[in-house]
Structures are given as structure tokens and as C-alpha cells.
């Protein structure tokens, strides 16, 4: 939770909010392999039927986009297309993404049920982008108490998952 990625065409940023392994078929509950394997690919290798029964999906929040050349943090005009990509951004993309903070708005009121978990995630990570990490986290704590003027149980709640 709380990575950046980023459609292509339209260039489109997103933060990661919920990643599931789920079955294929709905009606069929997921069910632990392995007990006695040594690792991962153990189970893989002896249960080769997983591949068709599960699927793994992701949520994400979005956060901005590009437009003619320059990064907007506020919603697109259009929705990226159904089969877009998707990309994890590289270090460099988060930082110049993340250089501005008026996203954390947008996860903020989001309406996602875990919206503070995501933007703490989101800061943690994108801190480590940063030549100064401990700056961009001081800039992302001044903008949140700005957002978050009037709810000081929230905002500290925050702070804390912030803090390294």
C-alpha cells in the first residue's frame, strides 16, 4: 500500500490503496497450500492449478495526471482506458511526482476506508525518493496540518505513522 504507479497514455498517477489475491471464481474459497513446504515456489511447483484459480487485483487511488508537459495533482479529464498498463514508478518519478503534496488531499477524501493507512504508507515510501527524506517528511507533516486543521485526533493519529 501507498505506492505510486502510473498508467501510460494518458500519463495518469495513481497511489496503491489495496492489493488481494482472490479466486478466479468467487464461489470458490481460497484454500492454504503448503503446510509442509519450504518455500513459495514449493507450493507453486506442487499445486500448478493456482495459476488458473487465482488472480491478483489492486486498488489504487489517483493522484494526478500530466498534461501538456507539466504534472497536475488533481483528478484527469477522462478515466485511464480499461487495458491500460500499469507501471510501479521509479524512485526518480516519485520524487519529482511527490515534489508538491496536493494529492494527499485527494487520498485524504478519498472515501477509501483505510484513507489515513494509505497516506501514511504513501509519505513512508515516498520519503525514501527524496535526497532529503527527512525534509520532504517535515514539508508532508506542515501540508497535513494545514488539511487537517480541524481535526486534531486525526491529524496526530498521522503523525505518528509517519514518523520513521
Do not use: K, W
Amino acid at each position: 500500500m501507498g505506492g505510486l504507479v502510473r498508467t501510460d497514455s494518458p500519463e495518469i498517477y495513481a497511489v496503491v490503496g489495496r492489493v488481494a489475491t482472490e479466486p478466479l471464481d468467487s464461489t470458490r474459497p481460497v484454500l492454504a497450500r503448503g503446510e509442509d513446504a519450504d518455500s513459495e515456489e514449493d507450493v507453486i511447483r506442487d499445486n500448478p492449478q493456482l495459476a488458473r484459480l487465482l488472480t491478483a487485483r489492486f486498488e489504487v487511488y489517483i493522484a494526478g495526471h500530466v498534461e501538456n508537459g507539466v504534472i497536475r495533482q488533481y483528478l484527469p479529464p477522462r478515466p485511464p482506458r480499461v487495458h491500460s498498463f500499469v507501471y510501479a514508478c521509479s524512485p526518480e518519478e516519485v520524487s519529482l511526482f511527490t515534489a508538491r503534496l496536493d494529492l494527499l488531499r485527494l487520498l485524504l477524501n478519498s472515501g477509501a476506508p483505510h484513507a489515513d493507512e494509505i497516506v501514511g504508507a504513501c509519505i513512508r515510501q515516498a520519503a525514501s525518493s527524496h535526497e532529503q527524506p527527512d525534509d520532504f517528511r517535515a514539508h508532508a507533516c506542515r501540508t497535513l496540518a494545514v488539511e487537517l486543521a480541524g481535526d486534531v485526533a486525526r491529524l496526530s493519529s498521522l503523525l505518528r505513522r509517519i514518523s520513521p
